[in-house]
């Protein structure tokens, strides 16, 4: 027994360490989740390591390594349990105000619980090419694409030319409010989503 305000010693701390119930799915997945923004909030993607927020979530570094292969992964899925706005189109029958739409829920994911870890997460981009190819396969190119449907069904209803249709020209409106953020931090003011569309993306698609 312990007199109060001393500390136990090793041995039984590691007793009462294996009496502690083991935490498993998704409870496991929220601490460490939660562990991985708190990193990446605090010390930034350079210096997020697994053991770092194994250490954090009180989780051994295997569990991590289990469900994840790289870190990248891992943080952009704590991403998404933060704030789980799924990007959809909208279907108005207008092509600017499906493009308003889909880009009023992009920037809500950067407004949103996460939105300062994702912004880190797009400054390390550069310096990091694994980091780069999962955000861009799991959240540039599912934009870009669709983006390239509203215009599509834009080209049919005569609203957009058919030249337009390039991933380039629909990432223009995402590449522009991640630019905002890079530069000016959050939350982008609904009026600068409208003159994104009208004064620049609807001018570049127009038939």
Not at 87 to 107: H, I, K, M, Y
């Amino acid at each position: 027994m312990t007199v109060a305000g001393d500390r136990a010693p090793a041995s039984e701390l590691c007793v009462e360490s294996r009496k502690a119930p083991r935490r498993r799915g998704e409870v496991l997945s929220a601490a460490i989740f939660d562990a991985t923004i708190h990193e990446l909030t605090e010390v930034g993607y350079a210096e997020l390591t697994m053991e770092r927020v194994a250490n954090r979530a009180s989780a051994s570094k295997g569990s991590l390594y289990r469900r994840w292969s790289s870190r990248a992964d891992l943080v952009m899925d704590a991403v998404h349990y933060r704030n789980p706005v799924s990007l959809q189109l909208p279907d108005t029958g207008s092509v600017r105000e499906d493009v308003l739409g889909f880009l009023n829920g992009f920037a809500q994911v950067l407004n949103g619980p996460s939105g300062e870890a994702v912004r880190g997460l797009m400054a390390e981009m550069v310096r990091d090419p694994e980091l780069m190819a999962v955000v861009r396969a799991r959240f540039i190119e599912p934009s870009t694409s669709l983006l390239l449907e509203a215009m599509r069904k834009g080209v049919v209803r005569g609203e957009v030319r058919p030249t337009a249709l390039t991933p380039l020209v629909a990432n223009v409106g995402p590449a522009l409010i991640r630019q905002h953020f890079l530069l000016y931090g959050g939350p982008i003011a609904p009026s600068d989503m409208i003159e994104i569309v009208d004064n620049v993306i609807m001018p570049l698609i127009r038939a």
